[in-house]
């Protein structure tokens, strides 16, 4: 006879609960209700946020709740980036007396999920440094990520898809309250490499560099590439128009944060403060080994998924 697993029972049946019958039409106990009948195995991350903040069967979730942040601490089950790492952060010291690996693991997962000051950056394809325009080398802030976006390769002999590896992809901060209104900085990667144009969508764009072993990425917004266009000018090459360039000055009275352009040889990107209205300047950077025997390099540029903003 099979022994039932624990994750294949519901917490009714763990606890010998009756079937809760809401009172009250509302999300929360609807939710919550269904969520008891279910077997642990099969709740979603934001049913597993709900019973959590009702205090609920934290002997059995808790571990589930530590599984999926453990993987991405930013984890969105529904409200809003980390908002299981939120209420997890909300329990009280005793709500964890049950689970005391899981504490320590939570408590490596806050660490984790804490932006780090750096001057620098190691990555396989050089080191990122942040810059301004005298030279000086600035700090920033760094954390790692995992985003849900799909990237995968095709393996030529399996004959299908294989999600990319994961694990390295970060998001690039520098506080605008660290920075001068109109003074331009630059975010670069240091390296003997072949960086260029990766991707772009909308105000989004990204690099790309392909070495024997790994495939990076590294994105940026643009907040004001529609403005940059349509102040864009005829370009002509021997009388003929030969498409648009942008002008040798800009209308900044319509242009709002900062102003972006990616390095001539993409190996990053400068930009000038406009003003305070942005709190913060984001990069994407990301990477992954070349771990699918049969994949053809030129694959990997999946990567870029995860550094468009």
Request: charged share 30%.
């Amino acid at each position: 006879m099979k022994i039932m697993d624990i994750r294949e029972k519901s917490l009714n049946e763990i606890y010998g609960w009756e079937p809760m019958k809401p009172e009250l039409d509302t999300y929360v106990l609807r939710t919550a209700a269904r969520a008891m009948r279910l077997p642990l195995e099969a709740l979603s991350p934001e049913e597993i946020r709900l019973l959590i903040g009702q205090k609920v069967g934290l002997r059995y979730l808790l571990p589930l709740a530590i599984e999926i942040l453990r993987k991405n601490p930013l984890k969105q089950a529904s409200l809003f980036p980390g908002d299981l790492l939120a209420v997890c952060k909300r329990l009280e010291p005793d709500d964890w007396n049950a689970n005391p690996a899981e504490l320590r693991a939570f408590q490596d997962v806050l660490k984790a999920a804490e932006p780090k000051t750096v001057t620098e950056f190691a990555t396989p394809c050089g080191v990122l440094r942040f810059r301004d325009d005298k030279g000086n080398i600035l700090p920033f802030q760094i954390r790692q990520e995992i985003w849900e976006e799909d990237a995968s390769v095709y393996d030529n002999i399996a004959g299908k898809w294989v999600p990319l590896d994961s694990q390295d992809q970060y998001t690039v901060c520098i506080p605008a309250r660290d920075l001068t209104v109109g003074s331009e900085y630059e975010m670069r990667l240091y390296g003997d490499y072949n960086y260029t144009y990766g991707d772009s969508d909308e105000c989004a764009v990204a690099s790309l560099v392909t070495a024997d072993d790994v495939t990076l990425s590294l994105g940026a917004c643009d907040l004001n590439e529609d403005e940059k266009n349509r102040q864009a000018v005829p370009d002509f090459v021997n009388g003929e128009q030969n498409g648009w360039k942008y002008p040798e000055t800009f209308d900044m009275s319509k242009m709002s944060g900062y102003l972006l352009f990616a390095l001539p040889d993409w190996s990053g990107y400068r930009f000038r403060l406009l003003d305070y209205k942005v709190p913060e300047i984001r990069f994407r950077i990301a990477w992954t080994p070349h771990n699918i025997e049969y994949a053809e390099p030129e694959d990997y540029a999946a990567v870029t998924n995860w550094t468009i903003m």
